[in-house]
DNA sequence: ATTAATTAAATCAAATTGAATTAATAATAA
DNA sequence: TTATTATTAATTCAATTTGATTTAATTAAT
């Protein structure tokens, strides 16, 4: 209650600034606070908890006792361990929470349901032909609910859907999808539908994400990923947030210049980073020209043959890319750099692997390259993952808005929050 | 009272996470709220305050009256609008609260006072050569207190002394300052010595911040300054924070590769971009080597008389700055990017529009180039104004960290928070 | 006896709620 | 036109509520 935000229009419409907190407001920070601990450290007791929050112990206990009857903690054994009373130990409860990610193209949507360790539970497909995004809308609607009826699980205890889709959505919506999504509130219109949150990001970010939550990005605050999918892209997670730029369009390293002279881009320019590193630019390289034969375990039969022109490709790829991790590198001075993407794990670790040597830098000298360019998460079904752990992140995530009145407002229906 | 942290050290060290929240911080969080309102609007009614806040009438009566009593607000002269009763309106008062700033490089430190809208009241400069850190010390502290000497200004209504070096401090040190400052505690040091708050930002880092506190930046909550110095840096200003990157060398554009078979630079590398933006690459341009001889004003002199080989290098910047601009607006997508530093007004404003065409991107398709690249504060004193703007903008800033335990620790002493 | 983990009861700070006050304009009736 | 009444807006006062802290007590180990 007392979240409704006082009518601004009367007088002239104030920008929008930085709003107040209450007390309902502070108390949803520490109960994130308190997840966010046990996230990290996977298992911890009142008083670590105590310790990692800076909060008094009886605040813990009784945030602890909440989260617990509301099934989001589980508690262990008592562990004796010095002396004084032995601890009992509390974990995130895996299934105290439930996601649903939906990755789709122009011919197949895949929603999976998974529970809050993103763990799966449940995917299911649906061949489409470019629909539109009233039909989509129809489409997803009644994917959820299947997960939901198959599954038996309770939409109150779904935290939201992701919708991962590739390049940034507000801008260009979802690339080569159809026509007609530009600009269509699908995350407004299918939430009123389904009575869920939902959050659209682009894969990158949702890689980005998915890595925070259930890789080894879970160590870093601050790291970037690199997606390589038909184009490129950059999940920019900076300060345990996902930077999404003014119009969400950040992140849109494919097309910085790599080579002045190089090839023509469709953005205009030559030599943009994703006519070198991406999967066009391998199906080219390759000369496939023909869509339905693309695929990417094509191209893991021709780099285990050693294909010239393949391995070509994996040269020259590596090359700009070197050039690009380096410009990455340089402005954003990350814990650690992820490449992943749609292209086969084999495929991505030997263009990982041909980066060495790197460029010098401010950074290199510090670390060497194997200790900042890590291997990211991906697999066939991989944005389809990332897109489930969008729900989860912001249903935990701790940002400005989380202490701001705004916040109560953006989620329709929040399970953390005022029950 | 009650902030704090209990010791953690007991059991093994839990690495930091988020903190808890508490009244004490959920109050300062609204008095730095009200401030934000304020600042971004220049006067409000209580009504108003009410309004951008989304806090209840009866709170903002309380803040707004506390905020009047310590001197940070003034009140206007009611206005009689429509009907009800006649509204006061409420200022920021600029002599609220002082801020110091210091430059430094290596033959000269300039140091100012400045009041809370940025005025300047008073500066001063000292002549030094490659000053060991324990001599900068005091040379600081000296000027400090001379500052407040001559001002007769409460060192208890002063901020904090920001300090803007060239470069990132963490790794480099303040670049051709002198031996031994890599590492320096400097903060730390100066802090305990004259009992303010210290913060080292780069000049790039500073710039952004005076542009956001006192310039067209006011009204932008993600833009980035490019700041041409000797070498060439960016101030990343993101949804309200600056990012510092993980060792605080985040920024470093100056190393992007524009032209892979271009100049050798120190870095290691070939075409980095500040090889040919930045104050060095214009003096290697029209053959002036030596150091006496090279300053800003002589580079105006170049640009009134059209001076062949300065237009020469003028042209090739803009070229590469073409580059650089079309990078960071494809990564950060921002609301705009302002261009300044060292060089003169006239200068700059030249190179500025020899940008135009700007390379085709998806932003440039948005916003005419006018809209997207402006002209940033830039003037010989401009890094101290800058400098002086850190104190400021971290005593008003709302940071996660506000509603954190961690940020009552930080800054020894605070103007806001508990009194 | 000491130490650590936890719980219980009392206290305190700050935001909210609801009613009251003040001062203006707008609408209406004389 | 003028006097009266209604409406609206800005603000304050008093009581209430929420949630973190403090202090003291309890439990279980060394």
Redesign the pocket.
Same mark, same amino acid.
């Given at each position: 209650? /007392?979240t409704?935000i006082s009518d601004m229009s @009367? %007088?002239e419409p104030l920008k929008a600034g930085v709003f107040?907190? =209450? &007390?309902?407001q /502070?108390?949803?920070?520490? &109960?994130r606070a308190v997840i966010d601990a046990l996230r990290r450290h996977g298992a911890l007791? @009142?008083?670590?908890?105590?310790r990692a929050t800076? &909060? %008094? *112990?009886?605040?813990? %206990? =009784?945030? *602890?006792?909440e989260l617990e009857q509301r099934g989001l903690l589980i508690a262990g054994e008592?562990q004796? /361990?010095? @002396?004084?009373?032995? /601890?009992?130990?509390y974990f995130l409860n895996p299934e105290g929470g439930y996601s649903i990610g939906i990755q789709m193209d122009h011919q197949l949507v895949l929603a999976k349901l998974v529970n809050m360790a993103g763990v799966e539970c449940l995917e299911i497909q649906k061949s489409i032909s470019r629909p539109s995004p009233e039909e989509g809308l129809e489409i997803f609607a009644e994917m959820v609910e299947q997960l939901l009826a198959k599954t038996r699980v309770d939409s109150g205890k779904v935290f939201g859907v992701g919708i991962a889709i590739p390049g940034p959505y507000g801008i260009s919506g979802p690339t080569g999808v159809g026509p007609g999504w530009v600009d269509f509130p699908i995350e407004q219109r299918l939430g009123e539908k389904i009575g869920l949150p939902v959050r659209v990001e682009n894969d990158a970010n949702a890689a980005a994400i998915a890595e925070r939550l259930h890789g080894e990005g879970k160590k870093f605050d601050t790291f970037l990923y690199v997606f390589i999918g038909m184009g490129l892209g950059a999940g920019l997670f900076l300060n345990g947030q996902i930077y999404h730029g003014v119009r969400g369009a950040a992140g849109e390293i494919g097309h910085i210049i790599v080579e002045p002279e190089g090839r023509l881009c469709d953005c205009g320019n030559r030599g943009c980073l994703e006519r070198y590193v991406s999967l066009c630019a391998a199906y080219e390289a390759i000369g496939e020209t023909q869509e339905k034969h693309r695929s990417p375990e094509q191209l893991e039969k021709l780099l285990d043959q050693k294909d010239p022109a393949f391995m070509g490709w994996l040269t020259e790829a590596a090359e700009k890319l070197r050039r690009g991790i380096h410009a990455l590198e340089s402005i954003f001075d990350p814990e650690v750099i992820f490449i992943g993407g749609l292209l086969p794990p084999k495929i991505t670790r030997a263009l990982v692997d041909m980066l060495i040597p790197p460029l010098p830098s401010v950074v290199s000298q510090l670390k060497p390259q194997e200790e900042r360019i890590l291997l990211g998460i991906s697999a066939p079904s991989a944005p389809a993952q990332g897109a489930a752990s969008v729900p989860i992140f912001y249903e935990f995530n701790i940002e400005r808005q989380s202490v701001s009145?705004a916040a109560s407002q953006s989620l329709s229906r929040k399970v953390l929050g %005022?029950s």
């Open positions: 209650m /007392a409704e @009367r %007088s107040g907190t =209450n &007390l309902e /502070a108390k949803e920070h520490n &109960l007791t @009142r008083a670590e908890i105590t800076a &909060l %008094s *112990v009886q605040t813990i %206990s =009784n945030l *602890v006792a008592p004796k /361990a010095k @002396r004084g009373q032995p /601890a009992k130990p009145q %005022s």
